[in-house]
Nanobody, 125 residues
Framework: VQLQASGGGLVQPGGSLRLSCAAS????????IGWFRQAPGKEREGVST????????YYADSVKGRFTISRDNAKNTMYLQMNSLTPEDTAVYYC???????????????????WGKGTLVTVSS
């Protein structure tokens, strides 16, 4: 099981970025998926998840209305579209996947089993 995140970089406040995470060694469509982030000096936090139990998308309150999680099953890839970025969104972003059927909110709080290496997003003018 491998996950490879990409798409991070430097963006100005108010800008947008799309993160991608390619999966290999397993079928991503069969897994719950999620994005998490860790800012300097802070604990990891759940950003957004899609559970296998109901297929619904869940978002942290801090990103609701600005971020969108999605996946392309044909490409075995997940995405995180991030709009209206602020300096508070600066963090290393990690993609993750899990074979179980917990709810999306559970995964936001407790994380997932499989993790990719992070990609750094810096929001600064």
């Amino acid at each position: 099981v491998q996950l490879q995140a990409s798409g991070g970089g430097l963006v100005q406040p108010g800008g947008s970025l799309r993160l991608s995470c390619a999966a290999s060694g397993f079928i991503l469509a069969d897994y719950a998926i999620g994005w998490f982030r860790q800012a300097p000096g802070k604990e990891r936090e759940g950003v957004s998840t899609i559970s296998s139990s109901d297929g619904g998308a869940y978002y942290a309150d801090s990103v609701k209305g600005r971020f969108t999680i999605s996946r392309d099953n044909a490409k075995n890839t997940m995405y995180l579209q991030m709009n209206s970025l602020t300096p508070e969104d600066t963090a290393v972003y990690y993609c993750a996947a899990d074979p179980a059927y917990y709810t999306g909110s559970y995964y936001l709080d407790y994380g997932m089993d499989y993790w990719g290496k992070g990609t750094l997003v810096t929001v600064s003018s």
